[in-house]
């Protein structure tokens, strides 16, 4: 079904006008002659867009604008005006305005503004069910290794034993123990993290137990530490392999006896926290070398939780890469990306010595750089470190998704495959490449539901994709689903 704008302007011309264009691109129309009647609309009934006029007699479209954020804050709101100024573009942006045009209206340019206020709500929906399908524990990944963890975390979390986290940086340690708080019996109380590697061993005390005023100098108020602020809630302890051997005997004796005294101060506090503590380091070659207290590390290693670097998870690439690519597009105000196989093939090829964190960055800067709607096998490897191992070219699939590549040799000669032109096919010069590919990918899928009779189900098996990518397909290229989806 095609999207339903609703258009609000006082002057009865200007509506006819704008619904005439909009019908003839496509859309819906819904036609509001007040700021009134257009709230009274979006309340009765569904509508995936507005474009409304700043001016307007009873109510202006400001206040309206304002209104609707409050009932439908994920509507998108174009605002028109004949008067437009700086500071009332500003302020409509400021109230939750996608966009700003001035009158009189060029359509190419409203449509543009209406087709790209509609993609990103629909990019916003997909991160907004990408988020919803990873679960309780706001974690990506559906390989042995993550179902480990959430195993761990579901069994470890309502109990009150401390649990140590382990692994190389980078590889969601903090989203671990944040999950074990969430699902505890202290959700409600706070979440509290210091991270012991970042804090200057003479400050550290402090930081953890508070200081008196005048404790030392500096010291010009009280202080509370993060034991206290973390009272009937959880402390994570981030790298608590770099804690200094003195501040770990002090540590101990707050755990064995649930009380501390600040720096400074003669009264002992009573303190009730759940502690979490997270290194990158073997403590137990650091016990051995004489860095870490033996009986510190037995009161902390309750429960143990490794967290797998990527390059043994594999399996978690393409949702992971799927994930930070929707993200990272929406945060950029970019339009939705897809991978080709060929990109997918090379990222997952790569190492990823920073692991979770590495991959998000080298993401956000792929939805950043690249210019076309597919990322390409070049982009991927323009994006990559120098050095990294290549695969070998996949073969064609249709629909686009293929397997997860594993490690391939390092290729000497990367060069791009020559481009071939079957059929003598020619480049339309009325069109972007991006709207090229839309239009094929469209052709395609209307072909295969029309060959299933509408079977959503059958045409997703057709095209080798899951049926919730296909779903996301559809909506991403204006299709609507048909009457039949068994």
């Known amino acids: 079904m095609p999207a339903a704008v609703l258009i609000v302007d006082d002057e009865k011309n200007i509506l006819l006008t704008l619904s005439q264009s909009l019908q003839l691109a496509g859309y819906r129309t819904e ?72 009158k009189p209206l060029a359509r190419d340019r409203l449509l543009v503004a209406l087709r790209n206020a509609l993609k990103h709500q629909a990019a916003m929906e997909e991160l907004q069910e990408l988020r919803a399908q990873l679960g309780r524990f706001d974690m990506v990944g559906g390989g042995p290794a993550m179902q480990r963890i959430f195993s761990l975390i579901q069994r470890a979390a309502p109990s009150e034993g401390r649990v140590l986290i382990t692994g190389e940086n980078g590889t969601g340690k903090e989203l671990i123990a944040r999950a074990l708080h969430q699902n505890s019996k202290r959700k409600g109380g706070p979440f509290v993290k210091l991270n012991c590697a970042a804090v200057p061993h003479d400050l550290i005390e402090s930081e953890l137990f508070g200081h008196e005023k005048g404790a030392f100098t500096g010291a010009v108020s009280v202080r509370r530490g993060k034991f206290e602020l973390a009272h009937e809630g959880t402390l994570f302890l981030d790298e608590i392999g770099d804690m200094p051997a003195a501040m770990q005997s002090k540590l101990l004796r707050v755990l064995q006896e649930g009380e501390l005294e600040r720096v400074g101060g003669a009264e002992t506090l009573k303190v009730d926290v759940r502690v979490i503590a997270a290194t990158n380091k073997n403590l137990e070659k650091e016990i051995a070398a004489g860095r870490f207290r033996e009986d510190l590390y037995y009161r902390i290693n309750v429960v143990q939780i490794h967290s797998p670097p990527l390059r043994e998870r594999r399996e978690d690439l393409p949702d992971l890469i799927d994930t930070f690519l929707r993200e990272a597009c929406a945060k950029n105000g970019r339009r939705p990306l897809a991978l080709s196989p060929d990109a997918l093939a090379v990222m997952s090829a790569y190492d990823y010595p920073g692991n979770v964190r590495e991959l998000r960055n080298l993401v956000e800067r792929l939805a950043i750089l690249c210019e076309g709607p597919v990322v390409s096998r070049t982009d991927a490897l323009e994006l990559l470190p120098r050095g990294r191992p290549l695969p070998p070219m996949p073969e064609p699939t249709v629909g686009g998704d293929v397997p997860v590549a594993q490690p391939a040799p390092v290729v000497t000669t990367p060069a791009e495959p020559a481009p071939s032109n079957p059929g003598g096919w020619k480049p339309r010069v009325d069109q972007t490449f991006r709207e090229q590919v839309e239009d094929a990918e469209r052709e395609i899928i209307q072909r295969v539901l029309a060959h299933t009779h509408d079977n959503v189900t059958e045409a997703a098996r057709i095209l080798d994709l899951e049926r919730g990518h296909f779903y996301k397909k559809m909506k991403a290229l204006g299709l609507r689903r048909g009457q039949s989806d068994s």
């Not at 867009?49 to 009932?71: H, I, N, Q, S, W």
């Open 31 to 102: 036609l509001a002659s007040s700021g009134q009647v257009a709230l009274d609309v979006v309340s009765a009934r569904p509508v995936d867009a507005v474009l409304m006029d700043v001016k307007m007699p009873d109510m202006d479209g400001l206040t309206v604008l304002a209104r609707l954020t409050e009932l439908k804050p994920d509507l998108p709101v174009i605002m028109m005006s004949g008067h437009g100024t700086i500071d009332t573009a500003v302020k409509a942006t400021q109230l939750g305005a996608r966009d700003f045009l001035e």
